[in-house]
């Protein structure tokens, strides 16, 4: 199925298109981003050590802050949606189902679009 972005979004395609995977990747980020504080290293293999020091502790706290910079964005900007329209929007957006009858096409794509404008504003990527 095709994903159709409005012209009047504004983005270009490809930075579109990158939210709305970003978007739909969001309960996987919502899990490894629950479950990184359970992440252990793996088991020593035996080989000698090189001579760079390794710190699993802050390559964990980078990887979370990522996550949760995405993660907020994504809630943040679905709670700008007016309520009515939010899970429409967020279930066409995820797992691509036609919008419901409480409203025309160019009412959904209005708050679709401005959507995915608002998750690429707060990832500071426009």
Known sequence: ??????????LPDNLAN??????????RMK???DNAIWDSPGPPDGQPRGSNTSDPTSKEAIKRAELFKKIQAI???????????????WNNIVYRTPYPSIAGRTTWWTYKTKFLCKVA?????I
């Open 18 to 27: 990158q939210v709305m995977w970003l978007i739909r990747d969001y309960e």
């Open 75 to 89: 809630e943040q900007s679905k709670l700008e949606i007016p309520e009515q329209y939010r899970e429409g929007i």
């Open 31 to 33: 899990l490894e981003y």
């Open 121 to 125: 504003e707060k990832l500071y990527w």
């Open 1 to 10: 199925m095709r994903d159709y972005i409005p012209k009047s979004c504004g």
